[in-house]
């Protein structure tokens, strides 16, 4: 990476911006490629369906928790990572965030790609970000029905330890990037939610209700 794509120097971490509340209310939800949960055969729906009921939604106050750093990296933590992957896998994600499972742990576990192995991310700091951005939408586990246009940094470099506690540095572009952001919002108590504009606000938070009640309430358009 040339260092005038970067936003800070090495050695001084940064935090992505958080939204002001003017504009305020990932994961990029499903796999890449993932069919969609009406082509899902019953058996996938079924796992997703167990999986996404571990999953916090919209309103619960820990999603606008920020997570507190890890010091302890035993057979525990490395059961709750192993726990997450397994989760995310189920409910067709490609990131998880332990807020999002009510544990207030600044571990991620994110998978990008369908053939990468499922990455765990420990107490993550941005080392930096590109200026350059780029806009796509993001879905959110934790915002049934909700996909928006949410801009990111293209490249980030973040440092920050695995499940045993071993330092990790991960450069990343693209989808995986993209990937990271979203869930670090996550741990500092951000939702895709905070990074639109207040219409495309009120949008999502329409498709939300809708994706939430039962098929014989909604109106004729939005069955």
């Known amino acids: ?65 920020t997570a507190l750093p890890v010091e302890r990296f035993d057979e525990d933590l490395r059961h709750e990572v192993v726990r997450m992957g397994e989760l995310m896998h189920d409910a067709l994600g490609v990131g998880l965030a332990a807020t999002q499972l009510g544990v207030l742990h600044r571990v991620l576990v994110y998978k990008a790609y369908v053939d990468d192995p499922v990455t765990a991310l420990v107490n993550p700091v941005f080392e930096w970000l590109s200026d350059e951005l780029e806009t796509a939408e993001e879905g959110c586990l934790s915002l049934p029905g909700v996909h928006v246009e949410v801009e990111r940094h293209a490249r980030v470099r973040v ?37 639109i504009s207040r219409e495309a606000r009120k949008d999502a938070m329409r498709a939300m209700r809708e994706a939430q009640e039962p098929a014989e309430h909604r109106p004729a358009d939005a069955a």
């Open 1 to 65: 990476m040339d260092d005038d794509d970067r936003t800070a120097a090495h050695d001084t971490s940064i935090e992505l911006p958080t939204p002001s509340s003017e504009e305020a209310d990932v994961e990029v939800e499903r796999e890449e490629d993932a069919p969609e949960p009406a082509e899902l055969d019953a058996e996938t729906r079924a796992r997703r369906d167990a999986a996404l009921r571990h999953v916090r939604k919209f309103g619960d106050p820990v999603l606008r928790a």
């Open 159 to 195: 440092r920050g330890q695995d499940e045993t506690g071993r330092p990790l540095e991960i450069e990343a572009e693209g989808l995986e990037a993209r990937v990271i952001q979203h869930e670090v919002d996550h741990l500092n108590g951000v939702l895709v939610l905070d990074r």
